[in-house]
């Protein structure tokens, strides 16, 4: 990682020490952190969780729990390790409202670990009783899940090469059966799996995954799995784009230390969690938190109505050449068409959700997407579309013609990703399609060129992406292909355009 500061006079580190010299307005941990104990592993430390999961338990913390540290783990880079360790795992957070900020200095992270170089200290540390929950952040494509079906990709390059070294893992599933099977030996009861990813019944599906996965390794630890592990499901949301160095540069100049990573995020945050926790858990409900009994409504609402909003301004705006979420927003045709995809085919879809009015939530979506404070870019909500799509919106449109109704916008949006798969914009810029699928997608598109039908038939067939049904579905199918040849002859204005007009 580089860090360029502008500023040589702020040459001080963010760490324990620097604590009580910085300005009176920057909150930061009031608690005693060293007679904080850990109660909580965290497997990927990006920016999201550390805007939303470890602000609540900071929250936890200054309340007076001593218990419930964190330490991270990272499964992938050192990067991050070598960045917060140096500051005794303190990071901030510049929370953003326009041109209003806040900064707080978060310190409920006590260590970092990298499995790299540390995997045997970490699988000790998991078998400690006072671990009791390993909450996670991968991203979707971190549980190598067949993304229409939701189960284990038994073909995965990593699950094969866990099933083969299954002590020494390297995937999500590897790691976490690995680490129950070593603390069930060591006479611990299992730790609660709290996955806070945007998959909808997160919980249910990654104990489905990692049980599959422990019962290929050995069917009896799949069963003591499926049969002993709590794996609650989660609604987690708090728009975080990934950090610059102007951000580092802000939080420097405020703090008058410098941090190496702080991270950037909107004053909204939201959690719901289904409370299943047989070690105990914090009180993230004095944090804000919603403990429920069926986070499902949550989860639907937030993945389509945000999630699925969020993919259908990236493609159409990464193709014209439209940067961020904020820019979409002022865009004289996309909010349009959010608007369409909300009202005309995702809110019929949702159950009722407890204690809120979806179409007022869809209002406030707006509000957060045009948060100019956020400078989300489009093309970092674009990465992984093979992944995000199914969960966001391609179930919605699936059940939708199952009860005799015609998405309308889904279609466009299904037909933005397969024109961005092009990796260039209207305005002849290139860019990287970034994608666990991308060098399949690539050379698909590649080879299509500007035929449409061909493109959209040979991705149809991605299995993995599409499932069986909506393949099938003729009316699905004319709807891409007839958007998607727009796209490709008169471009985003005036698909919009006509798509709006009609
Ligand atoms: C976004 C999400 O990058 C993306 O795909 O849609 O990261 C979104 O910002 C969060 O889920 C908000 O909670």
Redesign the pocket.
């Known amino acids: 990682m580089t860090i360029n500061l502008r500023n040589e006079a702020v040459s001080k580190r963010l760490g324990g020490a620097a604590l009580e010299m910085l300005p009176a307005a920057i909150e930061h941990p009031s608690y005693d952190r060293k007679a904080v104990s850990p109660g909580i592993v965290h497997i990927g430390l990006g920016a ?1 969780c550390r805007a ?1 999961a470890m602000v609540y338990t900071d929250d936890v913390l200054q309340n007076g729990a001593t218990d419930w540290g964190v330490v991270g783990v990272d499964l992938m880079s050192p990067a991050i390790r070598d960045a917060l360790k140096p500051q005794d795992g303190l990071y901030t957070l510049l929370s953003r409202d326009n041109d209003k900020d806040n900064l707080r200095v978060i310190g409920s992270i006590l260590d970092i670990m990298v499995t790299a170089d540390q995997k045997s200290e970490i699988f000790e540390l998991l078998c400690k009783p006072q671990i009791r929950i390993v909450t996670l952040t991968v991203t979707e494509k971190g549980y190598c899940q067949d993304a229409a079906t939701g189960n284990l990709d038994e073909k995965h390059p990593a699950i094969i090469a866990d099933l083969a070294n299954p002590t020494d893992p390297r995937s999500v599933p590897g790691f976490l059966t690995e680490a129950l099977r070593l603390r069930r030996e060591a006479g611990q009861a299992p730790f609660t799996v709290l996955v806070c990813d ?1 998959l909808a019944q997160n919980g249910i599906k990654v104990r489905n995954i990692v049980t599959r996965f422990a019962t290929l390794r050995d069917a009896e630890l799949g069963r003591f799995i499926g049969e002993n592990v709590a794996f609650p499901c989660t609604m ?6 990934a950090t610059q160095d102007a951000d580092r540069q802000k939080v420097a100049d405020s703090l008058g230390v410098m941090d190496a990573w702080p991270v950037v995020t909107e004053p909204f945050r939201q959690w719901v969690v289904e409370d299943h926790f047989p070690l105990g858990r914090p009180d993230w409900e004095k944090a804000g938190a919603i403990m429920a009994k069926d986070v499902l409504p949550y989860e639907l609402m ?1 993945l389509r109505c ?2 699925g909003s ?2 259908t301004l ?1 493609y159409l705006s990464v193709i014209a050449g439209i940067e961020t979420i904020a820019d979409a927003m002022v865009d004289e045709d996309l909010p349009k068409v959010i608007r369409r995809l909300w009202d005309e085919d995702l809110i019929g879809t949702l159950p009722p959700v407890p204690g809120t009015d979806v179409v007022a939530y869809t209002h406030d979506l707006e509000t957060r997407f045009r948060n100019t404070g956020v400078r ?1 870019l489009t093309l ?2 674009s ?2 579309g093979s992944q ?1 799509l199914p969960p966001r919106l391609l179930e919605a449109a699936a059940e939708l013609y199952s009860s005799g109704r015609n998405p309308k916008v889904i279609p466009l949006t299904i037909a933005a990703w397969m024109k961005f798969l092009s990796g260039r914009n209207e305005l002849g810029q290139d860019y990287t399609v970034t994608d666990p699928h991308a060098a399949r997608l690539t050379e698909i598109a590649r080879d299509a060129g500007n035929d449409a039908a061909k493109l959209a038939t040979a991705l149809f067939g991605i299995r993995e992406i599409f499932g069986d049904v909506l393949p099938a579905n003729a009316h699905f199918r004319v709807a891409v292909i007839e958007h998607l040849s727009s796209l490709m002859s008169h471009g985003v204005r005036k698909t919009l355009k006509a798509f709006l007009g009609e």
Do not use: E, G, M, Y
Request: positive net charge; aromatic residues 10%.
């Open positions: 999201f939303h945007n987690v949301d708090r728009i975080t784009p937030k945000l999630n969020h993919s990236a989300h970092q909500i990465w992984d995000k």
